[in-house]
């Protein structure tokens, strides 16, 4: 019996909100917001797919900081400890999957893309991820308007005036 690969996408938390002009925008009212924002985004795009989505953000230089690790809505959040960037924590956790799932990691940083691919794991660009992403609403929005036609019966679909027309003859037994 062959295992079923999962499939893990590690996202570079502020290198994509520093790339997607919605995001950008968001960080304009503040950091926590774009957060939020990229979250949700991957948390909608997670629940499409099947893919376990993790978040990280940058807490190195946060004083103090022990890091953090939950879930929001199905996609896993980390903040790093004190002294530890995300590439080092994406890095590390790529290493520590090995080969047996498929591991993309979204990052814009040209450095990052090399040191994950040479350690297994596909490299996406924050442009190419919400490329993906906007590709996929859209087949989402397309199939929602296919199924709305579907739904729409002859009644739906025929004027109302000789809908009631019709409806008069049938229960005045006259027929059609």
Not at 32 to 47: F, Q
Not at 151 to 164: H, Y
Request: with cysteine; proline share 1%; charged share 30%.
């Amino acid at each position: 019996m062959v295992e079923k690969q999962e499939e893990y996408l590690f996202v570079d938390g502020y290198n994509v909100i520093n790339a997607w002009p919605e995001l950008i925008e968001a960080k304009s009212v503040s950091l926590e917001t774009a957060r939020d924002k990229l979250v949700d985004i991957m948390s909608d795009y997670a629940a499409q797919t099947g893919t376990k989505i993790i978040v990280v953000f940058d807490a190195h230089h946060v004083e103090g900081s022990c890091g953090a690790h939950y879930f929001i809505n199905g996609v896993e959040v980390v903040f790093t400890r004190e002294g530890e960037t995300a590439d080092a924590y994406i890095e590390r956790s790529v290493d520590s999957m090995g080969k047996k799932d498929k591991v993309r990691v979204a990052t814009s940083d040209w450095i990052e893309q090399q040191i994950v691919m040479g350690r297994g794991a596909i490299r996406v660009s924050a442009r190419e991820l919400r490329n993906e992403i906007l590709a996929l609403a859209e087949k989402r929005r397309r199939q929602e308007e296919i199924q709305k036609l579907e739904r729409n019966t002859l009644a739906e679909r025929v004027d109302k005036s000789i809908l009631r027309l019709i409806l008069e003859r049938f229960k005045g037994g006259k027929g059609a």
